[in-house]
């Protein structure tokens, strides 16, 4: 049986521009990306901690150390800049594989550089 695990994450991003004109997707900075294990083009959901939208969409590459983070068509409508959000990516894998799988988690500052990375994720707010 396959089961759907949490692949990467992307944890409490600030969200840089809004295009609602521009053909649908998320771009991200290719930095996070690449810390996230994230492949451009690939499904990602992205959970608006501000103000509690969810979305599917995928990942676009924008250019390395910008921090940005950009919600185009659609998308555009369920976020302003300077929204948190959190973008996470699944993967379908067996219940033997995901007994040994470890998600990458990518953790940002203000201008959504990486600060942390892990593979674990605290089981309440005062493990962290």
Request: aromatic residues 6%.
């Given at each position: 049986?396959?089961?759907?695990?949490?692949?990467?994450?992307?944890?409490?991003?600030?969200?840089?521009?809004?295009?609602?004109?521009?053909?649908?997707?998320?771009?991200?900075?290719?930095?996070?990306?690449?810390?996230?294990?994230?492949?451009?083009?690939?499904?990602?959901?992205?959970?608006?901690?501000?103000?509690?939208?969810?979305?599917?969409?995928?990942?676009?590459?924008?250019?390395?150390?910008?921090?940005?983070?950009?919600?185009?068509?659609?998308?555009?409508?369920?976020?302003?800049?300077?929204?948190?959000?959190?973008?996470?990516?699944?993967?379908?894998?067996?219940?033997?594989?995901?007994?040994?799988?470890?998600?990458?988690?990518?953790y940002v500052n203000?201008?959504?550089?990486?600060?942390?990375?892990?593979?674990?994720?605290?089981?309440?707010?005062?493990?962290?």
């Amino acid at each position: 049986m396959q089961i759907t695990i949490l692949k990467s994450k992307i944890h409490r991003a600030r969200v840089t521009e809004v295009h609602p004109d521009y053909e649908g997707s998320c771009a991200i900075d290719s930095r996070l990306l690449e810390a996230a294990q994230i492949l451009e083009f690939e499904q990602i959901h992205v959970y608006n901690v501000t103000n509690g939208e969810r979305l599917v969409t995928y990942a676009i590459a924008a250019r390395p150390g910008t921090g940005t983070i950009s919600l185009n068509g659609a998308a555009a409508h369920k976020a302003h800049a300077e929204d948190i959000v959190i973008i996470a990516a699944y993967a379908g894998v067996s219940e033997s594989e995901a007994r040994d799988f470890h998600p990458e988690l990518v953790y940002v500052n203000e201008q959504n550089q990486v600060i942390r990375t892990g593979s674990r994720i605290s089981s309440t707010v005062s493990d962290r």
